[in-house]
T-cell receptor, first 112, second 115 residues
Framework: GEDVEQSLFLSVREGDSSVINCTYT??????LYWYKQEPGAGLQLLTY?????DMKQDQRLTVLLNKKDKHLSLRIADTQTGDSAIYFC????????????FGAGTRLAVHP | DAGVIQSPRHEVTEMGQEVTLRCKPI?????LFWYRQTMMRGLELLIY????????DSGMPEDRFSAKMPNASFSTLKIQPSEPRDSAVYFC?????????????FGEGSRLTVL
């Protein structure tokens, strides 16, 4: 079945850029997502990219998609303490259903 | 809109007891998902429904788990009997098929502790 993998932990200094990486196995994935989970809360959609795009930028967020290598990344510019959270990569499987497969999540810790 | 509503937020029970988790999806959404989150396994899809019909329950761990969606505004996930390894945060999420992105809207989760 579909597999989505992420590194589990990332620590950055406030003001630096954070890059969270994700790899997936289903080459026919149509949409790819980044969700954010703050402590004690559910997941919220942060941004998404359609599979025919290479890059998407949204304020401090940049998503890069390398379809050949099945690699997705999320870059957060000027990382702030409020960005500390767990970031989940997810892919939407082809086949017409809204079924998303999530990675295990990357815990981002931002320190002064 | 109130968002996806889950209850209870926290449940502590003893091994062998029945546990029922509840979910009210966002009105108008036609997909409902149950996920389980643990440190060891991350976020696992247990089951999902489309128009109240179960589409894929391959993620349900074993026969002790069952889920129902009797109508478009309510779903339950039941564990009977519960075991300590079922301790996790259970999330319900809903989505709208005709939504362009297929975004999932998550509830705040039900944290289950089985002693």
């Amino acid at each position: 079945g579909e597999d989505v993998e992420q590194s589990l932990f990332l620590s950055v200094r406030e003001g630096d850029s954070s890059v969270i990486n994700c790899t997936y196995t289903d080459s026919s994935s149509t949409y790819l997502y980044w969700y954010k989970q703050e402590p004690g809360a559910g997941l919220q959609l942060l941004t998404y990219i359609f599979s025919n795009m290479d890059m998407k930028q949204d304020q401090r967020l940049t998503v890069l998609l390398n379809k050949k290598d099945k690699h997705l990344s999320l870059r957060i510019a000027d990382t702030q303490t409020g960005d500390s959270a767990i970031y989940f990569c997810a892919v939407r499987l082809s086949g017409g259903y809204n079924k998303l497969i999530f990675g295990a999540g990357t815990r981002l810790a931002v320190h002064p | 809109d109130a968002g996806v509503i889950q209850s209870p937020r926290h449940e502590v029970t003893e091994m062998g007891q029945e546990v029922t988790l509840r979910c009210k999806p966002i009105s108008g959404h036609d997909y409902l998902f149950w996920y389980r989150q643990t440190m060891m396994r991350g976020l696992e899809l247990l089951i999902y429904f489309n128009n109240n019909v179960p589409i894929d329950d391959s993620g349900m761990p074993e026969d002790r788990f069952s889920a129902k969606m009797p109508n478009a505004s309510f779903s339950t996930l039941k564990i009977q009997p519960s075991e300590p390894r079922d301790s996790a945060v259970y999330f319900c999420a809903s989505s709208f098929e005709r939504g362009f992105t297929g975004e999932l809207f998550f509830g705040e989760g039900s944290r289950l502790t089985v002693l």
